[in-house]
């Protein structure tokens, strides 16, 4: 073989991936050419550094439990999902509609749950005069196309970072396409000099609006039916979230348990 | 049907491997937030996938969605022209080597700057060096499993390889080579 053909095959050979033939014919070749060697004898030593010397990132703690956080949630949704889970090719990132059933399924036993004990508080409660504020919001929108949203997109990757640098927290964009809710786009807003970001989403010709502001504390979801406007209203991971639609209390309820459920 | 222990299965076969998947989307995105948010974006979608976990090992099944979930991101950074400036990654580099958290002994071992420049030379690698070369040199994956993973023939993860390596050696400059013992 010559210098040259060895050098081709020299990485190959010293990360063990030559069959037994041609790695002798290379063991051979170097013991006599000086050249081939030192090259080899670099090769080694640049391995070496490139393994002791650069840093290696391990996971952190808080990634590690905020994954088994949602693991957990997930492992959870699959035992509630009385169906089984079609296999599902590698590159595919859509879920599939009955995989959405499932999950959908469990956010209604979830939400039918949270109704009963939530039904009374509200009844209690005083209409909040932010919850009013916000319906006025959501309608004057919609009665303006071009104020609806500042940015048009049903896409997350592209909505979210527009939000960036115009917030003091991280908004949640969430693809919820598959569970039926289209994301078209966001804007901007300041409600009680808050800054607040606002998402639309449109389910069957609905459309729903999700407000989101800074939150100091965590807060348990709360639904509201106002003058016909289905709200709902919960604190969680440092952002107060609010939806506001036209749509029934079912239908806010399930997208608010959804919200919390994904994130 | 789901049994209670796929969760089990699942932190047995692949959560396992969630330093390896932490480290490769490290690299690959040259971000801290990002590489968090893809290597868990990834473990939703293997977990949701796990039924149908395929290919030549747990590892390489795992590392393939955690590059791809990085590669989409780097296309949305792209596609949103908030690439990160070269420049930019070799500040963060440098900050790394500033703090005090990188005094492992296997640091210790070698010279700050020597680990900086190893550091620099490995980000600087266009993408498709780098991440056959973070693959091998750090995971010491088979070619098999490297061309399972980057979804190229074993032919050009040799290539890849080869050519990384000759980066990384122009980069490092003889001297620093010769140096090294």
Partial sequence: MSCQHIRQMLDAWIDHELDDVTSAELAEHITHCTTCSAIRAERLKLRRLVKSGAPYFVASNSLRQSISQKLAVAANQQQHALIVTPPVRLNSNRRTWWQMAGLVTFASLASSALTVWILHLSVANNVPTIQAQLIEQHVASLANPKRMVDVASTDRHTVKPWFQGKLDFAPTVADLADAGYTLLGGRLEKIESQPTAVLIYQTRKHPISLFMTRATATKPMSVNTIRGFSVANWASGGVEFYVVADTDLIEVERLATLLQVLH | ?181
């Fill in chain 2, 1 to 181: 049907v789901q049994d209670g222990s796929t969760l089990a299965r699942f932190e047995a076969t692949v959560l396992t491997h969630l330093d390896a998947a932490h480290n490769l989307a490290r690299w690959l995105t040259q971000n801290d937030a990002a590489a968090e948010d893809a290597v868990q974006d990834a473990c939703m979608r293997a977990f949701r996938f796990f039924d149908a976990m395929q290919g030549v090992s747990p590892k390489a099944w795992f590392m393939t969605i955690v590059r791809n979930t990085c590669m989409d991101y780097l296309r949305e950074q792209k596609r949103v022209g908030s690439t990160v400036e070269f420049d930019e990654v070799q500040h963060t580099v440098d900050d790394v080597y500033k703090s005090a958290s990188l005094d492992s002994p296997e640091c210790a071992a070698i010279r700050k700057a020597e680990a900086r420049d190893i550091h620099r030379a490995i980000s600087k690698l266009p993408i498709d060096f780098r991440e056959v070369i973070v693959l091998r040199e750090f995971e010491e994956m088979s070619y098999k499993e490297i061309s399972s993973v980057v979804n190229i023939p074993i032919g050009t993860v040799m290539s890849r390889i080869a050519r990384g390596r000759d980066l990384l050696r122009d980069a490092l400059g003889e001297a620093r080579l010769k140096a090294a013992s």
